[in-house]
């Protein structure tokens, strides 16, 4: 079939020309429209073109709705979506294991990870993308802990591993910042025998770094061959983030060297080096070089660190023209990132600037608030501190509460800075109280040891 073909070969507009002169169209060519318009990323028109398939009548299969519903994942219409949902279900294809998995990545996509897992548990059958696309939901979403826990369920229940899988199991152990299990995973890797592969050691590398083994990331980085820019971003990313400023500028350069373009993830991570190492010079010559010699133009990540590079290194005036020279305005995490370089380098009149854009922009966080408090008692404006700190406690706004979780037996444990919730608070509060004997032994005894020295 000619529409076919075109479709095919990516010819979107000649296969809509052959489409629309068909006299009589078939279901077969509906869905081949369909299809063509989803792959080709023309999920508006997909949709379209489905709503003129029911106003005319034609029947549709399980291909069309799990089609569609795909357009709607991409478009991130969730609403959308639950009406296909009920279409399925009247149209009785919602059993189909095709449109379940097509509903579970729409659902994870748009933030419903709850109606995900309604459909999920919901399916008569599931396959292994069915497994992938439930684990991959929770993860995106941040429910690290559950998808780790639905990992386990399936290879109970038989799951075959795949590399789609693989790697979100391991961003769920980077999320959780579980080492162990992370090694465990990397250990079915080697297993499986994706280990030579880009995605997966991407996902390892980031894992490890994130887990605050920068070691082991650099083997898994140098056991591959032929690395691509995403491996590469992911090692000089972790290092970044381990303040290894001179070895991120080498990886860099050595990057180059292979053939490897750098993009725009690569040049954050860079200029986040220079962030850590004071690194002013250097933080200015790789913003010229990315849009000079690689074609990246600058966006509001690259703008931010060079702002924190400028700000810390003390040139505060720089950083706020930097900031109004931009194509786009300010985002908060530039102003919060001046602020704090003022309170660093006693510049209380940006910093007032800056607070008061801030404010503007995020009224509810109250770190903002504690930060020019700070600010005006570090430059001895007693007065002023205390009236920052007044209009905080005055008002609704609170002071963001202190979060930390600790592993105990192959379980996360999180706790917040107050906590009173968690079931077993009473024994956790008696260790803190011990802790806190023990301390204050240790530092009675220190300051008799020191005043016996004296005498």
């Given amino acids: 079939m000619l529409m076919n073909m075109y479709s095919k070969c990516g010819l979107i507009r000649r296969a809509c ?5 068909i006299p009589e169209r078939s279901m077969v060519s509906w869905n081949i429209m369909i299809g063509t318009c989803v792959q080709n990323g023309e999920e508006e028109k997909a949709i379209d073109i489905f709503l003129e398939m029911q106003r005319e009548g034609s029947p549709c299969s399980e291909f069309t709705v799990s089609s569609v519903v795909c357009a709607c994942a991409a478009k991130g219409d969730v609403f959308f979506c639950r009406q296909l949902h009920a279409f399925a279900i009247k ?11 097509a509903l579970i990545d729409v659902y994870a996509k748009c933030g419903s990870i709850e109606e995900a ?7 008569p059958e599931r396959n292994d993308v069915t497994w992938s696309s439930i684990v991959a939901g929770f993860v995106q979403n941040e429910l690290y802990e559950e998808g780790l826990v639905l990992f386990a369920r399936g290879k109970e229940m038989g799951l075959e591993n795949n590399q789609f899988m693989i790697s979100s199991v391991i961003r769920a152990c980077a999320g959780l910042a579980a080492l162990i299990e992370g090694r465990q995973v990397h250990a079915i890797v080697c297993r499986t025998g994706f280990g030579p592969n880009n995605f997966v050691a991407s996902a390892l590398v980031d894992m490890y770094a994130k887990c605050g083994s920068i070691e082991e990331a650099y083997v898994v980085f140098c056991n591959i061959e032929r690395k691509n820019v995403v491996l590469w971003n992911a090692i000089i ?24 373009q750098p993009d725009e993830v690569t040049y954050v991570a860079v200029l986040s080096a220079c962030v850590h190492g004071g690194l002013v010079d250097k933080g200015r010559s790789y913003f010229d070089l990315m849009t000079r010699e690689h074609s990246v133009s600058p966006n509001a990540l690259h703008y931010s660190c060079m702002v924190d590079i400028l700000g810390r290194g003390g040139l505060v005036h720089e950083a706020h023209e930097l900031m109004t020279k931009m194509p786009f305005a300010a985002t908060a995490s530039m102003w919060g990132s ?10 209380l009149e940006l910093a ?9 922009m995020e009224p509810d966080r109250g770190g903002n608030y504690v930060l020019l408090a700070n600010t005006y008692a570090a430059s001895k404006k007693w007065e002023e501190a205390a009236n920052a700190r007044k209009s905080l406690k005055g008002s609704e706004i609170l002071k963001e509460r202190g979060k930390s979780w600790i592993e105990i037996k192959d379980k996360v444990h999180t706790f917040m800075a107050g906590e009173r919730t968690h079931p077993r608070i009473t024994d956790i509060y008696l260790g803190l109280n011990n802790l806190l004997e023990e301390m204050t032994k240790l530092v009675n005894k220190a300051e008799t040891d020191f005043d016996l020295h004296d005498l």
């Fill in 17 to 21: 020309k052959v489409f629309d002169e």
């Fill in 117 to 123: 897992s309604c459909v999920f548990e919901g399916m």
């Fill in 237 to 260: 990313s972790g290092l970044a983030k381990h303040a290894c400023s001179s070895e991120v500028m080498n990886l860099f350069e050595e990057m180059q060297q292979t053939g490897v």
């Fill in 352 to 360: 007032e600037i800056a607070a008061k854009n801030l404010f503007e």
């Fill in 338 to 347: 001046l602020l704090a370089s003022c309170r660093i380098h006693g510049n």
């Fill in 91 to 101: 149209a009785v294809v919602d059993a189909d294991v095709f449109v379940g998995t």
